[in-house]
T-cell receptor, first 113, second 112 residues
Framework: NAGVTQTPKFRVLKTGQSMTLLCAQDMNHEYMYWYRQDPGMGLRLIHY???????AKGEVPDGYNVSRLKKQNFLLGLESAAPSQTSVYFC????????????FGNGTRLTVT | QKEVEQDPGPLSVPEGAIVSLNCTYSNSAFQYFMWYRQYSRKGPELLMYTYSSGNKEDGRFTAQVDKSSKYISLFIRDSQPSDSATYLCAPDYGGATNKLIFGTGTLLAVQP
């Protein structure tokens, strides 16, 4: 049982380049999330999805887009990367029960030069 | 004022020590109080949670909430080197969406 898998694990981009981060979960969870983690800032929610075909903005959505075409996948896109987007990106999923654990992947470490 | 404040540490203790990790929060609407543990270069994982005020014990770990002072604590008894990690508090309003507000995390190192 793989849980939540993120690809790629590492990436270096130049300013202005684009990329897509892929998250896949095999727990049949309804809810999926993208967070970024920065030193001194903690985990901040970028976008989330409450089911296939839905997306919603979190705390820091600017510069990112997401799509949830299939229940098991949640994609995070950067259309024009900026150095301020250098961070560790975590995907998570949850069942949607009233108090349910977030299950996290192991992160994508992105550097934008 | 941040919604959740947490001392970033690092906190270094000898093996066997009792560890106290703390958070404060500002929003009285929070009902559930989660603690996540994050090992180096890994994603966070849920350690335990409490509902409203009071204590909850799970093995060597005890979570405590005082809603009157908006103060959250995690105690680790007989700390082990394997407890070395970052501990993040995360209050929650309850409900399905789980849009948690995470503290910045406290880095704990347990020295053998």
């Amino acid at each position: 049982n793989a849980g939540v898998t993120q690809t790629p694990k590492f990436r270096v981009l130049k300013t202005g380049q684009s990329m897509t981060l892929l998250c896949a979960q095999d727990m049949n969870h309804e809810y999926m999330y993208w967070y970024r983690q920065d030193p001194g800032m903690g985990l901040r929610l970028i976008h989330y999805s409450v089911g296939e075909g839905t997306t919603a903005k979190g705390e820091v959505p600017d510069g990112y887009n997401v799509s949830r075409l299939k229940k098991q996948n949640f994609l995070l896109g950067l259309e024009s990367a900026a150095p301020s987007q250098t961070s560790v990106y975590f995907c998570a999923s949850s069942s949607g029960a009233a108090v349910s654990a977030l299950h996290f992947g192991n992160g994508t470490r992105l550097t934008v030069t | 004022q941040k919604e959740v404040e947490q001392d970033p540490g690092p906190l270094s203790v000898p093996e066997g020590a009792i560890v106290s990790l703390n958070c404060t929060y500002s929003n009285s609407a929070f009902q559930y109080f989660m603690w996540y543990r994050q090992y180096s270069r890994k994603g966070p994982e849920l350690l335990m949670y409490t509902y409203s005020s009071g204590n909850k014990e799970d093995g060597r770990f005890t979570a405590q909430v005082d809603k009157s002072s908006k103060y959250i604590s995690l105690f680790i008894r007989d700390s082990q080197p394997s407890d070395s990690a970052t501990y993040l508090c995360a209050p929650d309003y309850g409900g399905a969406t789980n849009k948690l507000i995470f503290g910045t995390g406290t880095l704990l190192a347990v020295q053998p």
